[in-house]
């Protein structure tokens, strides 16, 4: 990306205050155990993984840990979060997991949620004992049934990850580790059955489901056959929506959902999937660079490098980058044809990545528009339906 496809025309108010970042995303192994074809690290493009240390060295741990107590005091941020992420985390190994997790107990030294985001593979009593009794939240990452998965999460020699994904789920699923299980990412995928696929997670009863749209762009745009329809993604989440719906779970959250919901009701959102509300996520790489969301790697090469790095650098600093200012900017931020859309309010053009075209950047609608139209559009029939419903009883 050249400079000119920075958003340097943006309309930065003259009283617009940054949002203090308080999740702080943490990679702390950059190598990977699987090889998913869809993921945005090692298949799009993007290979500044190659050249930082594999691991997080626990100077770098310590430094970035400063930082982010740094930032807490200046902002008075009574908690952060942190994500111990990767690459696949759970390759740092145990030990060097429980030096991490000491670590950043010690020098944060304020209301740490923290928590880890692996693909699953390696999760198991030994790992979960250590997260159980450190209180670290573990959210596993499965594409549905055995099948399904298997398309997509697999390792590199072309077996399939989920025997060993589903091992780890019935661990966590299991009363001792229930506490610490905080949920399972699934990617959409418009070939997989929408119903089974959410059936096959609720087995597991994860606190919460996120759902989340396959990282695509003008230049890159989904899977779509012709035969899917142009709003193949939203009818998929209409078809979950529906049934979550009429049949709500009271001990499994899905995230997408929740926050259409929550956007039609007048609310916010807290996903960067849809929604204007302020990214307030920072990621720190192996090597302490601070870098946006890693998801923008999806768009070109170092979409999210921002020339910081925690050692030189302060997360006040990373706040003032006009990639981090554009995603907090809410509104300000659309392109033409988001802003003149009815709907722009909720949909906020989706995730910033999916917006991306080679040229203009990322002030362009998103990759998914029509499909974020037509779930929001549903969703918000449906509400204002039990609405109007809900206010004719009251009234008889
Ligand atoms: S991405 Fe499409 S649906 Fe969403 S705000 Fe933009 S134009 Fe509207």
New binding site residues.
């Given amino acids: 990306m050249t400079s000119r496809e920075w958003p340097a025309n943006l309309q930065v108010a003259d009283d617009f205050r940054p949002h203090a970042f308080r999740e702080f995303v943490l990679k702390i192994h950059q190598r990977c155990n699987l090889a998913c074809d869809y993921c945005y690290v090692y298949t799009m493009g993007d290979d500044t993984w190659r050249d930082r240390p594999t691991r997080m060295s626990v100077d770098v741990v310590r430094t970035a840990a400063a930082r982010i107590a740094e930032h807490a005091d200046a902002h008075d941020l009574r908690s952060v979060r942190v994500v111990l992420h990767g690459g696949e985390p759970l390759l740092a190994g145990r030990d060097r997991l429980v030096e991490i997790i000491a670590t950043l107990k010690r020098t944060i030294g304020r209301e740490l949620r923290l928590a880890v985001q692996t693909n699953g593979v390696l999760l198991d009593e030994a790992m979960l004992d250590l997260f159980r009794a450190e209180g670290v939240e573990v959210g596993i990452s499965l594409d549905g049934t055995g099948a399904d998965n298997d398309r997509h999460r697999r390792y590199a020699d072309g077996r399939g990850s989920a025997v060993a994904v589903e091992r780890a789920l019935g661990l966590l699923a299991a009363e001792r580790y229930r506490a610490v299980f905080a949920g399972i990412l699934c990617t959409v995928d418009i070939a997989a059955d929408p119903l089974e696929t959410y059936e096959t997670l609720l087995r597991y009863r994860p606190k919460l489901i996120d759902f989340l749209l396959p990282h695509a762009n003008w230049a890159r745009p989904p899977v779509r056959p012709a035969e899917a329809g142009e709003t193949a993604y939203g009818d998929w989440l209409v078809s979950i929506f529906d049934r979550w719906y009429d049949a709500p779970r009271i001990d499994t959250r899905v995230r997408i959902l929740e926050e259409i919901i929550s956007l039609v009701l007048g609310g916010a959102s807290r996903s960067e999937q849809i929604g204007l509300s302020p990214v307030t996520v920072a990621v720190i790489e192996s090597d302490g660079d601070i870098e946006q969301v890693d998801s923008l790697k999806s768009a070109y090469p170092g979409a999210c490098a921002t020339g910081l790095n925690v050692a030189t650098d302060s997360f006040d600093r990373a706040l003032r980058h006009p990639g981090i200012v554009a995603r907090q900017l809410g509104a300000a931020a659309?392109?033409p044809?988001?802003v003149s859309?009815?709907?722009?309010q909720w949909?906020?053009?989706?995730h910033y990545a999916h917006?991306y075209r080679p040229g203009s950047g990322f002030r362009n609608?998103?990759v998914?528009?029509?499909d974020?139209?037509r779930i929001?559009t549903h969703v918000r029939r449906r509400v204002a339906a039990d609405l109007v419903d809900q206010t004719g009883r009251r009234g008889e």
Wanted: net charge positive.
């Fill in positions: 659309l392109g044809d988001c859309c009815p709907i722009h949909c906020g053009a989706g917006r609608r998103s998914y528009c029509a974020l139209a929001i």
